[in-house]
């Protein structure tokens, strides 16, 4: 039964979306949305430099939720990076996988969403927000809930591993809920890996409650396939006197659409935002973020940097929020990027919005090319041409993988940016 929308990509996913009997309400509702307001068009503001939509109907054929695939532990444990010591989390075309998955830590609790009662569900990332969690919101069967416990530390990382691997052109709608409670700290790693070279679409929704005094940090890499499309919307309510740091690093992929939001709901709240897109081919990457300044006394930091060579493409439109009674805040927001050849394009967009008058707040972007006389210093020092423009490249980036929160994670990190520069740019 065919059902009229907006546009023909709306279509092809209502028409193909499952009919799964778990949480009826979200569902509904996020068909509602979509019927209403389809998938974002060419010319909508919020998705003006990444047609999504129209790479969706190019590259997409077979509309169908994912189902597992077949792999086995050996494959899991190849792509656990050198020195982890933690909490393993496996996800198989966006299902949670708990046969191959180990938590071990007290403090930490891990279930299902359908095992656990969750009010929260649905209420953080709000799918009239964006039209890709509508989408979630009728394509997810189950998604994954973990609890902090409350004055728990968490002392290992806890790490995402998302497998993805599916006939063409499927659709992966993996879903996290996090709470962290009261006076609790933990940090989460994340990395995605297609385990073959066929398209996929993959829509991923991750809302984070962080309560009261209590710390967040969240390091992701995105290294799937040249021909994966990935949508990320990721938010994060945060209390009184808490903190919510995220870092994303970006590789490759056909179209990322990173959506990161980080809502500053009272007093004393810090936020901080980093990433690192490094770009090659035709892959186009967009980071939209915001952060919503609420209440008086709270504090963000964003620093994003871009290299680009040949035909890619990185956007990044960032918004600081700063409402009439969020006075003595401290907001801080740079894009920067090195383009590598004339094909390469960037799209920056920082963005303040005050309505308070007592704040320390600033901006900006530059867009430039490498530095040619430390070029020259450095190959006038005994550094051939591409050594010297490595080693410029990386201190570049490494001021983003300073802030990676686990030393094995950033080790790892580390070596792949450093294989990247030296190689293929």
Known sequence: MTTLTKNKITELFLNHAPSFGTFPQIREKGRSLIIENGLPALKEEEYKFTSISKKLEQSIDDFSPSTRSEFIREIVLSHVFEGFDGDLLVFNNGHYDKTLSSVNQSGLEVSTLIDSVQASLGKIAKSEKDPFVSLNDIYFEDGIFIKVKKNQKIEKPVFFLFFNKTNQGQVISPRILIEVEENAEVSFLENTISLDESSYFSNVVTEIKVEQNAHVHYDRLQSQNRKSILVNNFETDVHRDASFTSLVVSLSGDMVRNNLSLNLLDSGCEGNMYGLYLLNGKTHVDNHTNVDHTKPHSESNELYKGILADSSRGVFNGKIFVRQDAQKTNAFQQNNNILLSDDATVNTKPQLE??????????????????????????????GKEQAKGMLLYAFAGEVLEHVSDESFKKYLTGIVQERLGSNF
């Open 354 to 383: 005050i309505w308070a008058d007592d704040v320390k707040c600033s901006h900006g972007c530059t867009t430039g090319q490498l530095d040619e006389e430390a070029l020259f210093y450095l190959r006038a020092r005994g550094l």
